[in-house]
T-cell receptor
Framework: DAGITQSPRHKVTETGTPVTLRCHQTENHRYMYWYRQDPGHGLRLIHYSYGVKDTDKGEVSDGYSVSRSKTEDFLLTLESATSSQTSVYFC????????????????FGPGTRLTVL | AQSVAQPEDQVNVAEGNPLTVKCTYSVSGNPYLFWYVQYPNRGLQFLLKYITGDNLVKGSYGFEAEFNKSQTSFHLKKPSALVSDSALYFCAVGGAGGYNKLIFGAGTRLAVHP
């Protein structure tokens, strides 16, 4: 999985508790992304980062925050988990293709299955 | 706004037959298009992409895709399907949004029968 790890791989939590998911890469890629996967929706972008301390919102960012203090780590936090945030979360990375600039393909981690009861 | 449609939830094909998984898109400006495959309990794996150039793009595992600008389509094809090709396939599009802010289709499940 292209030098990407996610932790934890599985988590069960209760409504209202904070949750932090971690993505770690060993590829030294500039861009990092958090997606959620839900049946019938494919993957939807939550937040992304284009460098250390540089992040921006995706299409489903409400209820989520992110931080990137080092190139290799990108954290996703659910401040107060809700049942609607039960999902599989994927981290992805991409570099700068020398020929195509920022339009390089993304590589995905193995995913974290989060259940909010 | 960018969007991707995969009109078929599931595609069934016999082993050895050609397969096609359909994708249409809507994006302002020039699109860049990707196909990914997901095996059970795994992350997505990159198959191929179209940025510019030849409309027929070849990718991993014998897959190819044809970019058709007039029909705004990017269908995934393989001349001879294998049982091991059975998986979930996603089409994705990026464009003027930059920074690879991809929009994914809902996915198509491919089932290849022996």
């Amino acid at each position: 999985d292209a030098g990407i790890t996610q932790s934890p791989r599985h988590k069960v939590t209760e409504t209202g508790t904070p949750v932090t998911l971690r993505c770690h890469q060993t590829e030294n890629h500039r861009y990092m992304y958090w997606y959620r996967q839900d049946p019938g929706h494919g993957l939807r972008l939550i937040h992304y980062s284009y460098g250390v301390k540089d992040t921006d919102k995706g299409e489903v960012s409400d209820g989520y925050s992110v931080s990137r203090s080092k190139t290799e780590d990108f954290l996703l936090t659910l401040e107060s988990a809700t049942s609607s945030q039960t999902s599989v979360y994927f981290c992805a990375i991409s570099g700068m293709d020398k020929r195509e600039g920022s339009r390089a393909e993304q590589f995905f981690g193995p995913g974290t299955r989060l259940t909010v009861l | 706004a960018q969007s991707v449609a995969q009109p078929e939830d599931q595609v069934n094909v016999a082993e050895g037959n050609p397969l096609t998984v359909k994708c249409t898109y809507s994006v302002s400006g020039n699109p860049y298009l990707f196909w990914y495959v997901q095996y059970p309990n795994r992350g997505l794996q990159f198959l191929l992409k179209y940025i510019t150039g030849d409309n027929l793009v070849k990718g991993s595992y014998g897959f190819e895709a044809e970019f058709n600008k007039s029909q705004t389509s990017f269908h995934l094809k393989k001349p001879s399907a294998l049982v091991s090709d059975s998986a979930l396939y996603f089409c994705a599009v990026g464009g003027a949004g930059g920074y690879n802010k991809l929009i994914f289709g809902a996915g198509t499940r491919l089932a290849v029968h022996p």
